[in-house]
C-alpha cells in the first residue's frame, strides 16, 4: 500500500510519514522542494522513500503523482488558504483523500462542495482527521445514540493550554480570524456567543470555564447526528491565547514540539448530550501526545478507506469509519474513552 503525504516536509506531515512506515506502509513524500523532502525522508527513517515535486500551481504533475498512490494524506496547511488545490487533485487522480485540518471553514466547504465530485470519482474525501476532529466526532455519534431524539450536542475541546507547533498556531489565525458557526434549527449559522456552564473534565476536581469557539465537530456531528442544536467550546484560557495570536507571533514559534513537550500534554475531547426528555449523556475520550495521535488517527484513517472501504462521497469521521471500533483502535496508542449517563 501507498500514502502519498502531501506537506511531508512540514511538521506533521513528517510524524505522518514515520507513521506510515511503523505501519509497513509505503509514503510517497510530496511537496514543492526536493531538497527539504529528502531530509524529511531521511530523518523519517526512509531515507530510500519516494519523493516527487508538485507545487499547489501544479495541478497535472500533482494528480499524476497521486495517481500512482492508493490514498492521499494532505498535512499542508492552512487548509483555508492551500487546501483546494490538493482536494481537487485527489479527486481528479480517483484516489481517497484525508487531511489533516483543524479549521471548521474549510471542513465546512469541502464537506459541502465536493460531495458529488467525489461520488463521481467512486472515492472518499474525509476532512478534519485529526486529534480533535476525529475523536470528537466518534465519541459524539455514540452518545447521541443512547437517546431517542437529540436536543443538543456540546462539543468541547478541554485539553490544557501547552505546546504548539508554527503550523498550528497559522491553522489557528485563520479559525479566529472568521466567523465560527453553530447548528440550529436545521441549519449552521453564525455563533450566537451564549455562555456555557462550566465543565469538570473526567479525573479532574476543578471546573473549566468554556468559551465558544470554531471546533471541526459543530460542522460533522449534524451531518449524522439528527441533533437540534450542536455548539463547540474550549477552555477559557485556550482561547483567550489562540485570539490573542497574530502573524508575527504566530512566525516566531518553533516549527517543529519537543517529544517531551507532546508526551506532557494531554488531550480532551468531550461530548454532552441532552436528549428530548431531558436525558443527559456524555462522552470523552483522552490520551496524551495530540500531534502524535493525528498521524496515528490520519494513516489509519486512509489505510480503512483503501482496505476497508467507506461510501464515496465527502464524509464525517463517523460516516467514514465505525466509531466504536476506531476509539478502540485508538487504545493501542494511548487513548481512552468513555460513554455514559451524567
Same mark, same amino acid.
Not at 495570536?245 to 507532546?262: D, G, K, S
Not at 475520550?285 to 502524535?292: I, S
Given at each position: 500500500?501507498?500514502i502519498?503525504?502531501?506537506g511531508?516536509?512540514?511538521?506533521?506531515?513528517s510524524?505522518?510519514?514515520?507513521?506510515?512506515?511503523?505501519r509497513?506502509?509505503?509514503?510517497?513524500?510530496?511537496?514543492? *522542494?526536493?531538497?527539504?523532502?529528502?531530509?524529511?525522508a531521511? $530523518?523519517?527513517?526512509? @531515507?530510500?522513500a519516494?519523493?516527487?515535486?508538485?507545487?499547489?500551481d501544479?495541478?497535472r504533475e500533482?494528480?499524476?503523482?497521486?495517481a500512482e498512490c492508493?490514498?492521499? %494524506?494532505?498535512?499542508?496547511?492552512?487548509?483555508?488558504?492551500?487546501?483546494?488545490?490538493?482536494?481537487?487533485?485527489?479527486?481528479?487522480?480517483?484516489r481517497h483523500?484525508?487531511?489533516?485540518?483543524?479549521?471548521?471553514?474549510? #471542513?465546512h466547504?469541502?464537506?459541502?462542495?465536493?460531495?458529488?465530485?467525489?461520488?463521481?470519482?467512486?472515492?472518499?474525501?474525509? @476532512?478534519?482527521?485529526?486529534?480533535d476532529?476525529v475523536p470528537?466526532?466518534?465519541?459524539?455519534? !455514540?452518545?447521541a445514540?443512547?437517546?431517542?431524539? /437529540?436536543? *443538543?450536542?456540546?462539543i468541547a475541546?478541554?485539553r !490544557?493550554?501547552?505546546?504548539?507547533?508554527?503550523?498550528?498556531?497559522?491553522?489557528?489565525l485563520?479559525? %479566529?480570524?472568521?466567523?465560527?458557526l453553530?447548528?440550529?434549527a436545521?441549519?449552521?449559522?453564525?455563533?450566537?456567543g $451564549?455562555e456555557? *456552564?462550566p465543565?469538570?473534565?473526567?479525573g479532574?476536581?476543578?471546573?473549566?470555564?468554556?468559551r465558544?469557539?470554531?471546533?471541526?465537530?459543530?460542522?460533522? #456531528? @449534524?451531518?449524522?447526528v439528527?441533533?437540534?442544536?450542536?455548539?463547540?467550546a474550549i477552555?477559557?484560557?485556550?482561547?483567550?491565547l489562540?485570539?490573542g !495570536?497574530?502573524?508575527?507571533?504566530?512566525?516566531?514559534?518553533?516549527? /517543529?514540539?519537543?517529544?517531551?513537550?507532546?508526551q506532557?500534554?494531554?488531550?480532551?475531547?468531550?461530548?454532552?448530550?441532552?436528549?428530548?426528555?431531558?436525558?443527559?449523556?456524555?462522552?470523552w475520550?483522552?490520551?496524551?501526545?495530540?500531534?502524535?495521535l493525528?498521524? /496515528?488517527?490520519a494513516?489509519?484513517?486512509?489505510r480503512?478507506?483503501?482496505?476497508?472501504g467507506?461510501p464515496?462521497?465527502?464524509?464525517?469521521?463517523?460516516?467514514?469509519v *465505525?466509531?466504536?471500533?476506531? !476509539?478502540?483502535?485508538l487504545t493501542?496508542?494511548?487513548?481512552?474513552w468513555?460513554?455514559?449517563?451524567?
Open positions: 500500500m501507498r502519498a503525504v502531501y511531508a516536509s512540514g511538521f506533521t506531515g510524524l505522518v510519514v514515520t507513521e506510515a512506515r511503523r509497513g506502509i509505503e509514503p510517497v513524500l510530496v511537496g514543492r *522542494d526536493v531538497r527539504r523532502l529528502r531530509r524529511a531521511e $530523518e523519517a527513517g526512509v @531515507p530510500n519516494e519523493v516527487r515535486a508538485a507545487g499547489l501544479e495541478a500533482m494528480a499524476a503523482v497521486f492508493d490514498a492521499v %494524506v494532505n498535512c499542508a496547511g492552512p487548509f483555508t488558504r492551500w487546501g483546494e488545490p490538493v482536494v481537487r487533485a485527489a479527486i481528479a487522480a480517483g483523500y484525508v487531511d489533516t485540518a483543524g479549521e471548521q471553514q474549510h #471542513i466547504r469541502i464537506l459541502g462542495e465536493f460531495d458529488s465530485a467525489a461520488q463521481e470519482s467512486a472515492i472518499s474525501v474525509v @476532512p478534519g482527521v485529526t486529534d476532529g470528537g466526532d466518534l465519541v459524539a455519534h !455514540l452518545a445514540a443512547r437517546v431517542s431524539i /437529540v436536543r *443538543d450536542v456540546l475541546d478541554l !490544557l493550554p501547552g505546546g504548539v507547533s508554527r503550523g498550528t498556531a497559522r491553522s489557528m485563520a479559525v %479566529v480570524g472568521s466567523t465560527g453553530e447548528y440550529a436545521g441549519g449552521w449559522h453564525a455563533d450566537s $451564549e456555557f *456552564d465543565i469538570t473534565p473526567p479532574q476536581t476543578r471546573p473549566a470555564s468554556l465558544a469557539f470554531a471546533l471541526p465537530g459543530v460542522v460533522t #456531528i @449534524p451531518r449524522h439528527a441533533a437540534g442544536r450542536v455548539r463547540g477552555r477559557t484560557e485556550v482561547a483567550t489562540f485570539t !495570536l497574530t502573524e508575527e507571533v504566530a512566525e516566531t514559534i518553533p516549527e /517543529v514540539v519537543p517529544m517531551q513537550a507532546r506532557a500534554g494531554q488531550w480532551l475531547m468531550f461530548a454532552g448530550v441532552t436528549g428530548g426528555h431531558g436525558e443527559r449523556i456524555h462522552g475520550v483522552t490520551g496524551p501526545d495530540g500531534y502524535g493525528t498521524a /496515528v488517527i494513516v489509519e484513517t486512509a480503512r478507506l483503501v482496505e476497508v467507506a464515496a462521497g465527502a464524509l464525517t469521521p463517523a460516516q467514514a *465505525d466509531p466504536a471500533d476506531f !476509539l478502540e483502535f493501542s496508542a494511548g487513548a481512552q468513555q460513554v455514559g449517563e451524567d
